[in-house]
């Protein structure tokens, strides 16, 4: 069920996006449409990982009770001694 939406936006801004809407044959509203579909979707807000990042996981095997903090206290002691 479409619905309206009234937007306030920068005209440049406004020009830049019709542009681009014609450029590849879709409306403003689809355009805008699917980037708010894109944004919501099944992310749970969740940021995206880089394959970078998800090469580097499970990299360093920690104890099972290695407690985070305490290292960052322990750190912070002998670096500002």
Known sequence: MDKKLTLSLDGT?????????????????????????????NKKNKPD?????????GVIELEENFDVKDAYAEYLIEKYK
């Not at 019709?18 to 979707?41: M, P, R």
């Not at 990982?49 to 996981?57: D, E, F, K």
């Open 13 to 41: 801004v406004i020009e830049s996006a019709k542009t681009y809407a014609k450029l590849h044959n879709t409306s403003l509203s689809k355009l805008i449409e699917s980037y708010l579909a894109s944004l919501t979707k």
């Open 49 to 57: 990982i880089t394959p970078l990042v998800a090469s580097l996981s």
